[in-house]
């Protein structure tokens, strides 16, 4: 088992800058080498993928709605990932959620996939 906690998510304005952080715990996380990655959801829509990173980081995956603008990265040390967002655009309004997937970096919803509670995003215009 796995457990994710987001946190980071908060009220900014177009054009800014907000940092998500996602902490991994349980007995078979470091064992595994889980990837990791975020998906969003916005109020009536399916939640849609943002970003993922494979266990060694070597590997990383972005929508292209965020390309040039959200990196994401991790600290296996610390068993956290990031999501640094930049360039912030009101349509990136959504519930920020991380997800880890044993099977590798979390680009699509798959059953294997752990979920965080979710962190909520809003971008001002």
């Known amino acids: 088992q796995v457990q994710l906690v987001e946190s980071g998510g908060g009220l900014v304005q177009a054009g800014g800058s907000l940092r998500l952080s996602c902490a991994a715990s349980g007995r078979t996380f470091t064992s595994t080498r889980y990837g990791m990655g975020w998906f969003r959801q916005a109020p009536g829509k399916e939640r849609e993928f943002v970003a993922a990173?494979?266990?060694?980081?070597?590997?990383?995956y972005g929508a292209d709605s965020v390309k040039g603008r959200f990196t994401i990265s991790r600290n296996n040390a610390k068993n956290t990932v990031y999501l640094q967002m930049d360039s912030l655009k009101p349509e990136d309004t959504a519930i920020y959620y991380c997800?880890?997937?044993?099977?590798?970096?979390?680009?699509?919803?798959?059953?294997?996939?752990?979920w965080g509670q979710g962190t909520q995003v809003t971008v001002s215009s």
């Open positions: 990173i494979n266990w060694s980081g070597g590997s990383i």
């Open positions: 997800a880890a997937d044993p099977r590798g970096p979390p680009t699509v919803v798959r059953t294997s996939t752990y």
